[in-house]
């Protein structure tokens, strides 16, 4: 089998505001790097093969924490990545709450498209495709893969069969793990959210 554990990035300064998406820039708060270091020594007593992270420069900053002490490097993937907000990038959520569209595209996550942007379920499909070619490349291996929440939760959805519609009935937190083990009988979620305690600086 195939131990891919989903860590969502720690923490940066925009978490709970602004829709960061994929802006450059937004990279850990102190808070953040807190939970990072605490993140790689909650790893450090495992033997790990890989460490992938997206391409946004606070998923690589979390990945490098865990990688670090097993002398990995951070295999950087595209298909990681958050989910292209398209116009909404960087936009406050007070903002958003009086956008019709951005009402839609929460009720409806198996339908709506972002303005501009991808739909859930293209950002399902990239994430499946990304975790199917190292279930297939290390089947006996152990892999971290650091990301985002909601692409996070569109891997749980796909596993446990449920509709991209019901991505808001489970949380997926900063610095948090979610195991996902790929067996010859198929893909089963071991761990869902399972964070850190509160990390203050």
């Known amino acids: 089998m195939t131990l891919i554990y989903l860590v969502r990035h720690a923490a940066h300064d925009h978490v709970g505001r602004i829709l960061t998406g994929r802006a450059a820039g937004a990279r850990l708060a102190d808070r953040g790097r807190v939970q990072a270091a605490r993140l790689a020594e909650r790893f450090r007593g495992l033997r790990l093969d890989a460490v992938h992270a997206s391409p946004r420069e606070r998923a690589q900053e979390t990945a490098e924490a865990i990688a670090e002490p097993h002398g990995l490097s951070v295999d950087v993937a595209s298909d990681l990545d958050e989910i292209d907000f398209g116009r909404w990038t960087g936009a406050s959520f007070d903002a958003l709450s009086a956008d019709p569209a951005w009402r839609r595209w929460n009720e409806a996550r198996g339908l709506a498209r972002v303005p501009d942007g991808e739909t859930m379920a293209e950002a399902q499909g990239r994430m499946i495709r990304h975790l199917d070619a190292i279930a297939a490349a290390l089947p006996a291996g152990t892999v971290v893969m650091v990301g985002h ?53």
């Open 149 to 201: 929440a909601d692409p996070i939760k569109a891997v749980v959805a796909a596993v446990l069969g449920l509709p991209l519609d019901a991505l808001h009935r489970f949380d997926v937190d900063p610095a948090s793990v979610t195991l996902v083990d790929f067996a010859a009988h198929g893909a089963r979620i071991v761990r869902l959210n399972d964070g850190l305690e509160d990390a203050r600086p």
